[in-house]
Nanobody, 123 residues
Framework: QLQLVESGGGSVQAGGSLRLSCTVSGRTTFSYSMAWFRQPPGKEREGVASIETDGRAPVADSVKGRFTVSKDYAKNVLYLQMNNLKPEDTAMYYC?????????????????WGQGTQVTVSS
């Protein structure tokens, strides 16, 4: 089992930037995918971006061109750089790791989750 801790959330005005981090600990010697999800108030959790074991890095259409996912493999840290933030990006952002099968954007297919970090964007 992997343990995940997110950080970097906060409040920002529209057009601003934030960088989220997700630090991974535990049994990190095997290859695993990682992803960012978010859950806006009153809505379901949705996939934002992922880094797959084959090197692909899919990104949701709603954030394409504004958000970039990356990973520091030496430090076991996943990042989400968020630029040109919009009020609709307001959500709790979660980090996920280890998806033995399924689709990167399907919440149910991920094994390990962090507690989340809040991002609030004001207009």
């Amino acid at each position: 089992q992997l343990q995940l801790v997110e950080s970097g959330g906060g409040s920002v005005q529209a057009g601003g930037s934030l960088r989220l981090s997700c630090t991974v600990s535990g049994r990190t010697t095997f290859s695993y995918s990682m992803a960012w999800f978010r859950q806006p108030p009153g809505k379901e959790r949705e996939g934002v971006a992922s880094i797959e074991t084959d090197g692909r890095a899919p990104v949701a259409d709603s954030v394409k061109g504004r958000f970039t996912v990356s990973k520091d493999y030496a430090k076991n840290v996943l990042y989400l750089q968020m630029n040109n933030l919009k009020p609709e990006d307001t959500a709790m952002y979660y980090c996920a790791a280890d998806r033995p099968w399924g689709k990167w954007y399907e919440e149910r297919d991920w094994v390990s989750w962090g507690q989340g970090t809040q991002v609030t964007v004001s207009s």
